[in-house]
T-cell receptor, first 114, second 114 residues
Framework: GESVGLHLPTLSVQEGDNSIINCAYS??????FIWYKQESGKGPQFIID?????DKRQGQRVTVLLNKTVKHLSLQIAATQPGDSAVYFC?????????????FGSGTRLLVRP | EAGVTQFPSHSVIEKGQTVTLRCDPI?????LYWYRRVMGKEIKFLLH????????ESGMPNNRFLAERTGGTYSTLKVQPAELEDSGVYFC????????????FGEGSRLTVL
């Protein structure tokens, strides 16, 4: 079936370094992608989104890259801080059957070393 | 403005018992979603309400799960009878727009079935 998945379950980075979290998706019909951050004990929180007519979008310290050719999505975090430690989920918006549900990947845990 | 609130935050029940989870969406959000994360895996869609109507319930695992949203305000998710595999974190999310881009999530209800 259609799925959104992540390459690495855990990513450990040094504070101040840049982080790159990757995600692969399989539904070529998806046209909207979102990154969520989930801190321990909290619900997922929206970080940044990108539509399929774009290949890059920047936010504050975060950049999302979309490569539709290889169905790959990445989240780049600049100057990673301890507060960035969390599980990161990519999600796609599926318009199959006129449904508007998000399909999430399994998540990548980001650990920031002091 | 209050966010999405869920109750209880944690419930421990025995197999065969019943549990009811409640979600209060952000005021004015017609769209309400239930998701769950089992065994630390991906966040899986359960169902989507638009006001009091079920827009999509394709993710509901079986007929032991019953979701309601009477009056189009808060929603309940009942599991009866609960099984061991139902353990996980149940998230509620709401959005103002129908095309589920940015969803606002609650902190989740952790269900442990013994």
């Amino acid at each position: 079936g259609e799925s959104v998945g992540l390459h690495l379950p855990t990513l450990s980075v040094q504070e101040g370094d840049n982080s790159i979290i990757n995600c692969a998706y399989s539904n070529s019909a998806s046209d909207y992608f979102i990154w969520y951050k989930q801190e321990s004990g909290k619900g997922p929180q929206f970080i940044i989104d990108i539509r399929s007519n774009m290949d890059k979008r920047q936010g504050q310290r975060v950049t999302v890259l979309l490569n539709k050719t290889v169905k790959h999505l990445s989240l780049q975090i600049a100057a990673t801080q301890p507060g960035d430690s969390a599980v990161y989920f990519c999600a796609e918006n599926s318009l199959m059957d006129s449904s508007y549900k998000l399909i999430f990947g399994s998540g990548t845990r980001l650990l920031v070393r002091p | 403005e209050a966010g999405v609130t869920q109750f209880p935050s944690h419930s421990v029940i025995e197999k065969g018992q019943t549990v009811t989870l409640r979600c209060d969406p952000i005021s004015g959000h017609d769209n309400l979603y239930w998701y769950r994360r089992v065994m630390g895996k991906e966040i899986k869609f359960l169902l989507h309400f638009v006001k009091e109507s079920k827009q999509d319930e394709s993710g509901m695992p079986n007929n032991r799960f019953l979701a309601e949203r009477t009056g189009g305000t808060y929603s309940t998710l009942k599991v009866q009878p609960a099984e061991l595999e139902d353990s996980g974190v149940y998230f509620c999310a709401s959005s103002q727009v129908r095309w589920a881009g940015e969803l606002f999530f609650g902190e989740g209800s952790r269900l442990t079935v013994l």
